[in-house]
């Protein structure tokens, strides 16, 4: 959601200053990938994990600021509404044995978590979308006490004019008038990060892209929302609307929207940023004082501020981030497309398989972007959030096929030889994306299983859908605590 701001009341000076100071910053950046020496870290990654707060009866828990206060962990922080945190897992190489050490330290961090949660009367839920959410309980008094979330509510209002209108056809339907960016809240999604050359970037984020659909399909977990069955990863929609800027003439007009998968294949990272200067206003302009070009002249290295700040309020599914640590600039390809959950474990394969398979394809002799248009991949990814699993999608040499055929026929074995190629211990390589292999031949992942069950419940007799929510949510959590794999479930 961008970084820490304070209040503030902008006005059309502090616009105009912002929209000088992003093009120097941007003149910069281009002049740093044109001679700078970026940090090239081979397999180093990284990755972040939004959780859901609730109370004994499964409702949300608006205690974020309680629960941090008792576990007093920096790697955690808070999110969008008050019944969310989120964890940030400090980055390490994959080599060797990379994913076990992630698994360990997600696992014991959640087990700490969870322990200074109940202190407070609270658990943690790891899924895509809490189902217990109401449409009354997504008003404006949920956002975080951070002040950014406030500001950036203001700015998307303003600039929208109207409220928002969440509107989803999936196998019920929703259609619901919002009065802040709340529901935004309701997603809660696991993000990966990979370090990479500038070179190297752009095939990276090409990759990343045309492999978005076969993630979230076999990573679907939040097949309801408001209590009704939707899309089976219900969080792409959602999102998509729930921070959009545009009012419905702007959308007609071919405005390009806040959340986005993108328009073309690129061919340098400057690509991404020039776009988000060029098509999107700025939700947060906050001027710092560093004089990018000046710090540039001068031997050192430019934080981009202001950048940085315009690209955190541009919601890319694979988005591309500059950073500098200890006083070295870096670049980083951050994968947003999946949720969180169903266990640490399935997170684990799901990075395993993304991160595997992005290496392989980015590296081919002919890569799978030049044989197939940039509209295919994204009518995958839609396909892929709607029907989870169960999807069609589009692949250069097969055509229309099932995604568990594709996953098992084509992308599995390529997803094994990128790992191998990052130096990952065969046992864990074979481990995790044995997972994924389980998954299509079971067809089972987190929605299905969500599904099925909210069946079985609704089955065994009369229930109110809110009671329904509660007892799914009942039967879900022990099993994220089992770290048992969502297709043995």
Same mark, same amino acid.
């Given at each position: ?19 000088d ?14 001679g ?46 008050q ?25 014991? !961090? ?56 969440? !509107?989803?056809?999936?196998?019920? $339907? ?14 809660? !999604?696991?993000q ?25 399909? +076999? #990573? ?17 929609p ?7 800027t ?5 959308? !007609?007009?071919?405005? $390009? ?6 328009? &073309? ?43 940085k ?9 694979? &988005? ?6 200890? #006083? ?12 969180? #959950?169903?266990?640490?474990?399935d ?14 394809l ?5 890569? +799978? ?18 029907? #989870? ?14 995604v ?22 065969p ?35 009369? +229930? ?5 929510? $509660? ?19």
């Amino acid at each position: 959601m961008g970084k820490d701001v304070e209040s503030h009341v902008f006005s059309r000076e502090d616009r105009m200053r912002y929209r000088d100071k992003v093009r120097r910053c941007l003149d910069a950046f281009a002049r740093m990938l044109a001679g700078s020496s970026f940090e090239a870290a081979q397999g180093m990654s990284g990755m972040e994990i939004e959780l859901n707060l609730v109370d004994a009866r499964y409702d949300p828990a608006l205690r974020n600021q309680r629960v941090l206060d008792a576990l007093s962990d920096p790697a955690f922080v808070t999110e969008l509404g008050q019944f969310n945190i989120e964890i940030n897992v400090p980055p390490r190489s994959l080599a060797g044995d990379g994913f076990a050490g992630f698994e360990s330290q997600v696992r014991d !961090s959640l087990n700490a978590a969870e322990k200074h949660a109940a202190q407070v009367d609270t658990r943690l839920a790891m899924i895509g979308i809490l189902p217990t959410l109401r449409r009354d309980q997504l008003t404006p008094d949920v956002l975080s006490a951070n002040p950014r979330y406030s500001l950036l509510n203001e700015q998307i209002f303003a600039a929208r004019g109207e409220d928002l209108l969440i !509107s989803i056809d999936g196998v019920e $339907r929703l259609h619901v008038r919002c009065d802040s960016i709340a529901p935004e809240a309701a997603c809660t !999604s696991v993000q990966f990060h990979l370090q990479v050359t500038p070179q190297r970037f752009a095939a990276y984020w090409n990759a990343a892209q045309a492999i978005a659909a076969a993630q979230v399909a +076999v #990573g679907a977990n939040a097949a309801f929302l408001f209590g009704r069955e939707l899309w089976r990863e219900t969080r792409i929609p959602l999102f998509e609307q729930a921070t959009d800027t545009r009012a419905e003439e702007l959308k !007609s007009q071919g405005v $390009r929207p806040r959340v986005w998968f993108g328009e &073309r294949w690129i061919t340098s990272i400057f690509d991404l940023f020039e776009e988000n200067v060029r098509y999107f206003p700025a939700l947060l302009p906050i001027v710092e004082d560093e004089d990018p070009i000046a710090t540039l002249a001068g031997g050192g290295t430019p934080e981009l501020a202001e950048l940085k700040l315009h690209n955190g309020t541009v919601y890319r599914w694979n &988005r591309p981030i500059y950073d500098v640590v200890d #006083g070295r600039p870096h670049l980083r390809v951050e994968n947003r497309v999946l949720p969180a #959950g169903p266990t640490v474990v399935d997170s684990m394969a799901n990075a395993a398989f993304y991160f595997g398979l992005v290496h392989r394809l980015a590296r081919q002799d002919r890569p +799978v972007w030049t044989q197939m248009s940039f509209g295919a991949a994204e009518e995958n990814f839609h396909a892929a959030a709607r029907r #989870g699993i169960e999807a069609d999608l589009f692949w250069p040499g097969l055509g229309s096929v099932p995604v568990t055929e594709l996953v098992l026929r084509r992308l599995l074995p390529l997803a094994y030889e990128g790992l191998d190629a990052w130096g990952v211990d065969p046992q864990h390589r074979d481990r995790l994306l044995g997972i994924i292999e389980q998954r299509c031949l079971a067809q089972r992942n987190g929605a299905t299983w969500q599904v099925e069950a909210v069946h079985a419940i609704e089955g065994a007799g009369p +229930v109110d859908r809110d009671d329904t929510m $509660r007892k799914l949510l009942a039967e879900y959590l022990p099993r994220m605590h089992s770290n048992v794999p969502v297709h043995e479930w």
